[in-house]
């Protein structure tokens, strides 16, 4: 099964495919904000497969990574981990 794991947008850059650096606890990834058009540096968006699916409100991205680390459900976020 396949989670989408909450980050915040550090940046967001125009053009033919809207993309954007995202942070996961610490590590940072490329991601296509093509689907959240909306979201803006500051924002926190679910993550899954390298697309932003939504906005989420930052308390509950931050109290749903925490229980992924719990977990180890993050592990994939850090796996090629970029910083």
Avoid: N, Q, W
């Amino acid at each position: 099964m396949c989670l989408g794991i909450p980050g915040e947008v550090l940046s967001a850059v125009d053009g033919p495919l809207r993309m954007g650096r995202v942070a996961f606890g610490g590590v940072t990834k490329d991601v296509c904000l093509a689907y959240v058009p909306e979201a803006t540096p500051g924002d926190f968006v679910v993550v899954h497969a390298g697309f932003a699916i939504s906005r989420v409100d930052p308390e509950g991205a931050r109290r749903v990574f925490a229980y992924l680390e719990e977990i180890g459900g993050t592990d994939e976020v850090r796996e090629g981990e970029s910083r």
